[in-house]
């Protein structure tokens, strides 16, 4: 179970390393009227922003507007809601800490 965490952490870090974020708020751009898109856009961001330093990259990407816009965009569906919820929340939680979004 450990050397699983570690590998998912790992991949993780990996992902961002090779630009992956980027790519995943362009596909949510891009796409942001197909509902699958951007629920699964928005259940990756949420995984990846359990990494500290992926939450900036993810910021810095824009992420945080265009969960913001398929959450608009989706507002009748249940499953966006959720994961994008689960994607702001992970990104607000800071360590121990918490901080705000500020829009």
Not at 23 to 51: D, F, P, W
């Amino acid at each position: 179970m450990i050397n699983h965490q570690n590998k998912t952490a790992d991949n993780r870090r990996l992902i961002a390393e090779e630009d992956g974020i980027r790519y995943i708020t362009e596909a949510m751009k891009l796409h942001s009227g197909n509902e699958e898109v951007q629920n699964s856009a928005c259940g990756v961001l949420r995984n990846l922003a359990l990494n500290d330093q992926n939450k900036v990259i993810i910021a810095d990407a824009g992420g945080i507007k265009f969960i913001i816009e398929a959450m608009k965009n989706h507002e009748l569906a249940a499953a966006v809601q959720e994961v994008a919820c689960g994607a702001l929340w992970n990104l607000s939680v800071n360590g121990h800490f918490f901080f705000f979004l500020y829009f």
